[in-house]
């Protein structure tokens, strides 16, 4: 089975608990939740911070919480968190824990959210 990996050594800033890479692989069971933020090149540090900060605070200590990445785009439009949970309940009902939505409301306030629950159907690497 294929698989990507990112660390501290291939460029990560963050690790969280015992993991230290985020592990992409086709035919996991893992629920992968990807959230595209719209926003204004002005306010996308601010709502990586938010995110960061909502992630090391509170989601990062649910149950079936995996890992979580922070993209940020180089035209300070857009803002992606690529999180991984072990099943889309776990992810459902962090969504539904009130701490959560506070930072979702913050995040929100900053740029304009579009979430998705997404498997992993393939992964190519270079030769």
């Avoid at 993991?19 to 090149?41: C, K, L, S, Y």
């Avoid at 992630?55 to 919480?65: A, I, Q």
């Amino acid at each position: 089975m294929s698989q990507w990996m990112c660390g501290p050594e291939n460029g990560s800033v963050a690790s969280f608990g015992r993991m230290t890479e985020t592990v992409i692989r086709a035919g996991d069971d893992v629920a992968t939740v990807i959230n595209v933020f719209e926003t204004q090149p002005d306010k996308q540090q601010e709502l990586v911070g938010v995110l960061n900060e909502g992630l090391d605070k509170v989601v990062r200590h649910r149950p079936g919480f995996v890992s979580a990445t922070i993209l940020a785009s180089k035209d300070g439009s857009k803002v992606v968190n690529y999180a991984q949970w072990r099943s889309p309940a776990d992810a459902q009902a962090t969504f539904g824990d009130p701490a959560v939505q506070e930072y979702g409301k913050k995040a929100a306030a900053l740029g304009t959210p579009a979430p998705g629950v997404y498997s992993v159907d393939s992964v190519t690497l270079a030769p």
